[in-house]
């Protein structure tokens, strides 16, 4: 599809569109369409991919057609957007021991040379100024003309709630329903949050690990060890020859410091399957055990987070930067202090928290987004949320939160689940098609009603279960 044309601005972009057809004689009239997170995250509708779709899509039966497609800048959409010499310059920074601030300032001076060689290239200040929420809401329209469907079935997974629920605003009439898995709603500033959530999802973790007798006894007050493997790494960081998820990569050097300990065990968050190996990672960074397999998979996981390939930075940072950072520093910093408090050798400096220089370039001549984006959603359509317990990035309370404001909601929320939880649970995705046909008698593809039962219900991490 060939996105239009804004009124003083001749370019555009060409998105790819995949439809995965439920039925061989019929069309949905109210088919899903998957909208990726981010922003800046593809679809993954490439060659290699596809496969785990088709899959997934065969397994799930969730009985309605499947659209995926990339939004603008990202995947395989033309042009996509992308920082020359990005992961370069991140790998060599990686190996670089730097706080917090400094580590900041590295990123910020990286954006900025992106932006700077980005805007020798032809035509992208005129491709940046048709990123946004905004124009993707309207892609979403017109992608609904050009299939000719009646109405939507939205599926949105973490910034791609965010857009959903800015298309429901506008178009109500185009939805017939939506599925929103990690909830990022418009009320919360991504910039603001980002610490924070960090921080609280990580002391979840630990005072899970705690609680729990068989935990506890292998890895005894965890809370303490994580504060001395911190003291520890800041007087002499570890470093980590870290193994690539591509094989054919070679592996790659880190100096974890202390700020980067805490971003590991935060994007841990990004595969449940991983928190699992956070206790024995803490236990190895205290004991400078670099070799530690649980370590080096959160080391890796950090680094392909950091690296995604099909990731765009620039639409990343022109939407965020135009949608967020605009907020009361000094009040995050009292909300913070209780971390502060926990962890005094980290550094807390203003610019460790959020450097609002990183902004700067991608704000050029762009315009702000309309105040109506910044309030609440309220919408009757019936709505499936589903949030992730040990959700360091969209936590459970934004899930509930927007919950009690959608009247025609049900939340779902799945303990030891982090972010993403269609793609942890296998569970979750019944309750997905038990929500599609709610009148039709339930045929579950993974999980039978126990099952189903048992994951909602609110049972803390079983850390036996899960080493097991």
């Given at each position: 599809m060939t996105?239009?044309?804004?009124?003083?601005?001749?370019?555009?972009?060409?998105?790819?569109?995949?439809?995965?057809?439920?039925?061989?004689?019929?069309?949905?009239d109210a088919p899903m369409l998957h909208i990726s997170g981010g922003p800046g995250g593809a679809a993954y509708i490439d060659a290699a991919t596809m496969p785990y779709w088709l899959q997934?899509?065969?397994?799930?039966?969730?009985?309605?057609?499947?659209?995926?497609?990339?939004?603008?800048?990202?995947?395989?959409?033309?042009p996509f957007l992308d920082c020359p010499d990005g992961h370069e310059t991140r790998l060599e920074s990686l190996k670089m021991s730097l706080?917090?601030?400094?580590?900041?300032?590295?990123?910020?001076?990286?954006?900025?040379?992106?932006?700077?060689?980005?805007?020798?290239?032809?035509?992208?200040?005129?491709?940046?100024?048709?990123?946004?929420?905004?124009?993707?809401?309207?892609?979403?329209?017109d992608l609904h003309e050009l299939l000719r469907v009646k109405q939507w079935v939205?599926?949105?997974?973490?910034?791609?709630?965010?857009l959903a629920l800015e298309f429901v605003r506008r178009f109500p009439e185009k939805v017939q329903s939506m599925v929103l898995d990690s909830v990022y709603p418009p009320e919360f500033d991504g910039f603001e949050t980002m610490i924070e959530n960090g921080f609280k999802g990580v002391d979840k973790l630990l005072k899970s690990c705690e609680e729990d007798k068989a935990c506890d006894a292998s890895f005894p007050d965890l809370s303490e060890q994580l504060r001395q493997a911190l003291f520890q790494i800041v007087e002499s960081p570890l470093e980590l020859l870290v193994p690539r998820e591509d094989s054919k990569l070679a592996s790659q050097v880190m100096l974890l410091t202390a700020h980067r300990l805490i971003l590991l065990l935060d994007y841990a968050s990004y595969d449940s399957s991983l928190l699992k190996e956070v206790p024995a990672a803490i236990s190895a960074v205290l004991h400078r055990d670099n070799d530690d397999p649980s370590l080096l998979k959160l080391a890796?996981?950090?680094?392909?987070?950091?690296?995604f390939i099909q990731f765009s930075e620039p639409v990343f940072m022109i939407t965020e930067c135009k949608e967020n950072g605009r907020f009361n520093m000094a009040a995050l910093r009292k909300?913070?202090?209780?971390?502060?408090?926990?962890?005094?050798?980290?550094?807390?400096?203003?610019?460790?928290?959020?450097?609002?220089?990183?902004?700067?370039?991608?704000?050029?001549?762009?315009?702000?987004?309309?105040?109506?984006?910044r309030?609440?959603?309220?919408?009757?359509?019936?709505?499936?949320?589903?949030?992730?317990?040990?959700?360091?990035?969209t936590p459970s309370d934004w899930g509930w939160h927007l919950a009690t404001q959608l009247p025609n909601s049900r939340y779902l929320e799945y303990p030891n689940v982090g972010h993403s939880v269609l793609t942890s649970s296998l569970c979750s995705n019944d309750e997905v098609q038990l929500f599609l046909h709610p009148t039709i008698a339930p045929n579950p593809s993974?999980?039978?009603?126990?099952?189903?039962k048992r994951q909602l219900s609110g049972a803390k991490m079983n850390w036996s279960a899960l080493q097991n």
């Open positions: 996105t239009r044309n804004g009124s003083a601005n001749s370019k555009s972009f060409k998105l790819p569109i995949v439809v995965l057809r439920h039925s061989y004689w019929k069309n949905s997934n899509f065969q397994a799930q039966n969730w009985g309605i057609d499947f659209v995926l497609y990339d939004q603008r800048g990202t995947g395989l959409s033309q706080t917090g601030s400094q580590d900041s300032a590295q990123f910020t001076k990286q954006m900025h040379q992106c932006y700077q060689r980005l805007s020798h290239q032809s035509g992208f200040k005129d491709h940046l100024e048709l990123i946004s929420t905004e124009h993707s809401t309207e892609d979403i329209a939205l599926m949105g997974v973490s910034y791609g709630t965010r890796s996981n950090y680094l392909e987070i950091e690296l909300r913070l202090q209780p971390y502060r408090d926990e962890y005094p050798m980290l550094d807390w400096s203003a610019q460790a928290i959020f450097n609002t220089e990183v902004c700067k370039d991608w704000l050029e001549d762009m315009h702000k987004p309309s105040e109506p984006y309030k609440a959603v309220v919408t009757d359509k019936p709505t499936l949320i589903l949030s992730g317990d040990l959700d360091s990035v993974f999980c039978n009603a126990k099952e189903r």
